[in-house]
Antibody, heavy 112, light 108 residues
Framework: QVQLVQSGAEVKKPGASVKVSCKVS????????MHWVRQAPGKGLEWMGG????????IYAQKFQGRVTMTEDTSTDTAYMELSSLRSEDTAVYYC?????WGQGTLVTVSS | SSELTQDPAVSVALGQTVRITCQGD??????ASWYQQKPGQAPVLVIY???NRPSGIPDRFSGSSSGNTASLTITGAQAEDEADYYC???????????FGGGTKLTVL
């Protein structure tokens, strides 16, 4: 059984960066294609990017290109998502996800 | 990029059958996955592929597809099925994920 455990809630000021982690257990990170999805308060799910196993590359939604970086540390089976130049509209719950399993979510609040 | 369209809200009487639909061009090429999300919780996969249920998902949940429309059917809806439901597939032009806007299911 795969488990994805994310880091805790963050409060950031506009213009800052946030880095959210996602620790995998039950499988190794190399066996999974990890994606990141966010959900603003009261809104739907929004895909941010993820690993494309066909190309072996990480792909990003056009909306976030230049502002998001997704990385993986295979030695600790931990995935990371870093979002920079934060603005109030980035306030959301951020999830790491495979097609089958999701992390518990990390609330990122952007406020001055 | 592709879009997936869902009705914002659907209601069903307790014990009756309800169908939640999802429309989009990418569904002509790829199957939809369906996620159930209850308030304050992460989404949970309920249907994937042609009509597959992950372990632990009740058999009252089923999926189907025709043309550009995917459907999630709940046969004999229960009170605990009240939730938001999201469809998801690959973008028709690449490996990106696409989500529908979600359907809020109310069980009366």
């Amino acid at each position: 059984q795969v488990q994805l455990v994310q880091s805790g809630a963050e409060v950031k000021k506009p213009g800052a960066s946030v880095k959210v982690s996602c620790k995998v257990s039950g499988y190794t990170l190399t066996e999974l294609s990890m994606h990141w999805v966010r959900q603003a308060p009261g809104k739907g799910l929004e895909w941010m990017g993820g690993f494309d196993p066909e190309d072996g590359e990480t792909i990003y939604a056009q909306k976030f290109q230049g502002r998001v970086t997704m990385t993986e540390d295979t030695s600790t089976d931990t995935a990371y998502m870093e979002l920079s130049s934060l603005r109030s509209e980035d306030t959301a719950v951020y999830y790491c996800a495979t097609a089958d399993y999701w992390g518990q979510g990390t609330l990122v609040t952007v406020s001055s | 990029s592709s879009e997936l369209t869902q009705d914002p809200a659907v209601s069903v009487a307790l014990g009756q059958t309800v169908r939640i639909t999802c429309q989009g061009d990418s569904l002509r090429s790829y199957y939809a996955s369906w996620y159930q999300q209850k308030p304050g919780q992460a989404p949970v996969l309920v249907i994937y592929g042609k009509n597959n249920r992950p372990s632990g998902i009740p058999d009252r949940f089923s999926g189907s597809s025709s043309g550009n429309t995917a459907s999630l059917t709940i046969t004999g809806a229960q009170a605990e099925d009240e939730a938001d439901y999201y469809c998801n597939s690959r973008d028709s032009s690449g490996p990106n994920w696409v989500f529908g806007g979600g359907t809020k299911l109310t069980v009366l």
